[in-house]
């Protein structure tokens, strides 16, 4: 874990950095190096909980609303403590869009610190709330840290999305989901050779703009790999009607041979990456406002 001094030193480096809607991939590398600095982050550990008040300490820096959502999951283990962290600024059209990805990091009986998954995630997500507390937008933006995204054991729709499916039950209940023009979900992006899937599941339309984005941006070459349907936590909001997307590298690594292993370090990690991604969210952001 960083030093105190460390961590607010960072604070002060990214507050200096470029404002209006400028991402920073060299950003959101180092907030995923703290966060992988806690070691292994399964829900309830300490790696996990330093991850949280990292996370909480920062989007507040950031000014935006917290919320912290504490829930215990049943899970083939047995009831686990689990919490998102949902971060949120205001617009003024009455809608509302969302950027999401998973912060916990699957439980391996060796060292697991998930650089690229569950790191790269919330790394990107963090600096996201620097880049975007000033963009004038119009739509209200969430910022979603969902814990429990890995199976516990073996991945089934029982073990599997606990934070995702328990916001998207919410969201329904309290109507959020009926001011959510788009939700789109990160996982896996900052490998250094980021070729993003076009993934199945997810809305044609959204999408469609992503991809248009990435092209007009001159950044195709990091939305270039297959066609592949993946579960993800952008499947709970799908599943109830709204229009969500998920960006994905799933070949990380010689035949997707880090993925899931003690090689999935920082040294496979590229700020350019994080950055492609960013400048493409924010300019996505623009056009779903109305």
């Known amino acids: ?27 959101a590398l180092e907030h995923t190096r703290a966060l992988v600095s806690f070691g292994p982050r399964p829900p309830g550990s300490p790696g996990m909980q330093k991850a949280q008040a990292y996370i909480v300490k920062h989007l507040k820096a950031q000014g935006w609303q917290v919320r912290e959502d504490d829930f215990t999951a049943r899970t083939p283990a047995g009831p686990m403590a689990m919490k998102n962290i949902i971060a949120f600024r205001a617009g003024s059209s009455g809608k509302a869009v969302a950027l999401t990805g998973h912060y916990d990091t699957k439980i391996f009986p060796f060292r697991f610190v998930g650089a690229n998954d569950g790191g790269a995630s919330a790394g990107f997500l963090l600096e996201m709330a620097r880049a975007l507390k000033n963009a004038p ?30 916001l998207a ?33 997810s809305s ?74 960013g400048r493409v969210l924010i300019e996505v952001l623009k056009r779903l406002d109305p």
């Open 1 to 27: 874990m960083p030093r105190p001094t460390k961590l607010t030193a960072f604070l002060a480096f990214a507050a200096l950095a470029p404002a209006q809607a400028q991402f920073s991939g060299r950003n």
């Open 137 to 166: 937008l119009k739509n209200s933006v969430y910022l979603v840290f969902f814990d429990g995204e890995e199976a516990v054991r073996e991945w089934t729709a029982e073990d599997s999305l606990y934070g995702s499916r328990r």
């Open 169 to 201: 039950a919410q969201w329904r209940r309290d109507r959020t989901l009926a001011a959510l023009t788009a939700l789109v979900n990160v996982d896996m992006i900052g490998d250094r050779d980021l070729r993003i899937v076009r993934e199945q599941y």
């Open 204 to 277: 044609d339309t959204l999408m469609g703009l992503i991809w248009s984005v990435a092209r007009q941006l001159g950044l195709s070459r990091h939305f270039s790999g297959p066609a592949l349907a993946i579960e993800d936590d952008h499947v709970p909001f799908l599943r109830l009607g709204v229009r969500a997307a998920n960006l994905i590298d799933f070949d990380y690594g010689p035949d997707h041979s880090w993925w899931h292993t003690k090689e999935d370090t920082l040294d496979k990690l590229s700020p350019d990456s994080f950055e492609a991604v």
